[in-house]
């Protein structure tokens, strides 16, 4: 009698393993492409991703590169003070994106160039992503916000 409650004891623990397996292997399939990791210029440009990879890219607007094209296609190099990535981005960019301000961008790299999808700029006078701040402060550029 003990041994067939055991053995009945060892099946449902085999069972919700497996079952705990399968339900972790069916999430990570799932969100697989809603997954973007955050990588700083100075990754970017020390370990390039893949042309189909789609990442997200973060640091300061570089003085002086912000060029509008012809059309909606826009121009300009992010930085985080230890290397810099060209950017181009067609579309309409946020309305406080400028140059000297934090952003992050997600897209692929592709031939030297970060080619954006979408572009994202600070909401505030002190917001800047949490990313950005860090890798920022690696770099040691990080400047606090006044007031």
Known sequence: MKSLKKQRRIQIIAVAAVALVLSTALIGYALRDGINYFRAPSQVIAEP?????VF??????EEGSLKRGQGEAIRFAV???????????????PDLFEENQGMVGTGRYVDGVFEASEILAKHDETYMPKEVTDALKEQGVYREPEG
């Open 49 to 53: 991703p893949g042309p189909a990879e």
């Open 56 to 61: 997200r890219i973060g640091g300061l607007v």
């Open 79 to 93: 930085t985080d003070g230890g290397a810099t990535v060209p950017v181009v981005f067609t579309g309409v960019l």
